[in-house]
């Protein structure tokens, strides 16, 4: 009997396991990355007939023309690549005394960044639209910096945390025997020595940034709009229209991240585990 | 390793000099002191703002007068018919998301503890829809049930189980229970990594004693997998009630609260009172208490997590 069971319904179970979460994986990903390339009237169809011959770039190449798109691809770029700089840069210098310097109300930083994980972006989209308002920064790039580096900061700092604790004290004691300053043994030490987890903290915070779509959605309204924000106003506007071109807009959202993730996905999953960790 | 501080003229090498020499406690502060502004001007002062918001009668798009009304805002939200009927949606769009979530998490994390070939991709893959944002998976999935060109009409039509393209979205609890299956496509990998990497814990002796015992592989799941990843799975439990608590952007796109309100949830009933009905001080109070609920909330889950980081 164990024998059977080991032999037969073991790697069947598993193998039958492995191919229904691939296919639940995969299968939004790809429908929509088959309608992009497909005329509308080929997945209308009742049943749907998609042709090998039919396969067209020519939803891309609209949606890449069209100059709004375009600068929402690239709004997002720039706004998420600076919140990750601002991020990481702030991030370091608040990870290093929490991981470093036995100091007094350690406790007390700890708990603020605690605490400014749990806060709900809805409670603040209110005040956060008055007081950009009030600043002026309405419908500008660093509105939306300033917000998602006040949103994923305490993440960043924990993970850093996280990371530079990992790192034996001798070597930033040998450092600084060196004549290091403090600030140079964070920056030519503990950050190229934890440079694994300083990249998963990097794309976590590059991919929260670009993901991000509700102040997006209140604090632009032409200048600044991300890809998020685009892609929802074509869903609501094109009910008429090609839906080729919306999942081809869709893919465009997905693809920058998709491969950053892909590329860099050993240091994520080791980044992941590590920023929960208490 | 020469410092540059040497090389920078004297009154700058001062400056820094004076930093590297101070105390130490002092010195973690001024590091702290980036972080802390930020934090106080773009969080503490918005949420300040946000709680007298909702002790006010407001409604900034007709007057910029603010009337002082107390708890009136909350008292309104137990009457409130769309607050009410909000209730009942989010509370089975919670219990469905974390139903599915904790038992496809953790279905998939004991499928990626077991070697097999391939696995090193398949655990690749899998964490692709982490990447996709909630507004693009909310996109996906509205395109596979779309009544006209969606992929489970059409395989369902496919394999005979249905005649007729069902129009899905147009019944508000299946509409519910497409957004619980879209959140927990969209939050799967996260879940899974947090018990594989509570899995990768279990001491291997552990396994060789059960088996030595001549335990079977459904008693070590029992009795070795299971206790250990207790704390765990409460900790998902938990974390998957917060994301239900705040879902918006994957509803906004997937079905837009409808049909009718049919999908409007909580929080994003926090969004129409505030933007598309424009009573400011009605959506803070909303606001606010589901806030305090998420919040202890999430001081559960890390709680839990702080015991489980001990063990």
């Known amino acids: 009997m164990r024998d059977f069971v080991y032999t037969w319904v073991r790697p069947i179970l598993l193998y039958a396991l492995v191919v229904f979460f691939l296919v639940w994986t995969v299968a939004p990903v790809t429908w929509i990355a088959i309608m992009s390339i497909q005329p509308e009237i080929n997945y209308v169809a009742v049943p749907p007939h998609l042709s090998l011959e039919q396969v067209s770039l020519r939803w891309y190449i609209e949606m890449l023309s069209q100059p709004d798109v375009v600068d929402s691809l690239k709004n997002s770029v720039i706004i998420s690549g600076v919140t990750t700089v601002v991020c990481l840069t702030f991030g370091a210098l608040a990870a290093y005394p929490l991981a470093r310097l036995n100091i007094a109300r350690k406790n007390l930083f700890l708990g603020i960044s605690v605490f400014a994980r749990m806060i709900p972006s809805m409670v603040l989209i209110i005040p ?3 007081l950009m308002r009030q600043l002026r920064l309405l419908d500008t790039y660093l509105a939306l910096i300033i917000v998602y580096t006040a949103f994923l900061l305490p993440y960043v700092i924990w993970m850093l945390k996280n990371f530079f604790e990992q790192i034996p004290y001798a070597l930033e004691a040998a450092a600084r025997m060196d004549g290091c300053s403090r600030l140079e043994a964070l920056f030519r030490v503990l950050i190229p020595v934890a440079g694994p987890g300083v990249v998963a903290t990097a794309v976590f915070t590059f991919v929260g940034a670009w993901n991000e779509f509700l102040f997006g959605l209140i604090l632009s309204t032409r200048y600044s ?7 929802s106003a074509l869903v609501s506007t094109t009910f008429q229209s090609d839906n080729s071109l919306v999942a081809a807009t869709g893919m465009l959202a997905i693809i920058p991240v998709v491969l950053l993730v892909f590329v860099l996905n050993r240091f ?9 960790k208490y | 390793m020469s410092t540059s501080t040497n090389a920078s003229p004297p009154p700058r090498a001062g400056f820094w000099q004076r930093i590297d020499r101070m105390e130490a406690n002092r010195f973690g502060l001024l590091l702290f002191v980036p972080t802390l502004l930020l934090l106080l001007v773009f969080l503490a002062v918005p949420i300040t703002f946000a709680v007298v918001a909702s002790l006010n009668s407001i409604e900034l798009t007709i007057s910029p007068d603010w009337s002082f009304v107390g708890l009136q805002n909350y008292a309104d939200l137990l009457t409130n018919r769309s607050v009410v009927e909000a209730l009942p949606r989010t509370l089975y769009f919670a219990a469905l998301t974390i139903a599915l979530s904790v038992s496809l998490s953790l279905t998939l994390a004991l499928v990626l503890n077991e070697r097999f070939r391939g696995r090193d991709l398949v655990r690749v893959l899998v964490l692709l829809p982490w990447a996709v944002a909630p507004v693009v998976s909310g996109v996906m999935w509205r395109y596979m049930f779309h009544d006209r060109y969606g992929l489970i009409n059409a395989l369902l ?12 979205f147009s019944d508000p609890w299946f509409a519910l229970s497409i957004a619980s299956i879209a959140t927990t496509w969209k939050s799967l990998p996260f879940l899974t990594l947090t018990l594989l990497a509570g899995m990768q814990g279990i ?32 900790f998902i ?14 509803i906004y796109t997937l079905t837009r609260g409808g049909p009718g309100q049919g999908t409007v949830v909580l929080n994003y009933l926090t969004y129409v009172n505030a933007f598309e009905r424009l009573s400011d001080g009605n959506a803070s109070a909303l606001a606010i208490v589901v806030s305090l609920l998420i919040m202890s909330l999430s001081a559960l889950s890390l709680s839990l997590m702080a015991r489980q980081g001990k063990r």
Do not use: N
């Open chain 1, 268 to 276: 994520i999953v080791r980044g992941l585990v590590e920023g929960i």
């Open chain 1, 128 to 130: 956060m639209f008055l």
């Open chain 1, 225 to 231: 709009v991300p890809i998020t924000v685009k892609l």
């Open chain 2, 237 to 250: 439990t938990v974390l998957q009630l917060i994301v239900s608590l705040q879902a918006f952007d994957l």
């Open chain 2, 203 to 234: 001491p291997e002796s552990l396994f060789r004693a059960a088996k030595m015992d001549g335990a079977s592989i459904f008693h070590r799941f029992r009795y070795v997998v299971l206790p250990h990843l207790r704390s765990i799975l409460i």
């Open chain 2, 157 to 168: 039509y496919g394999g005979g189980f249905i005649t007729q393209y069902v129009t899905w």
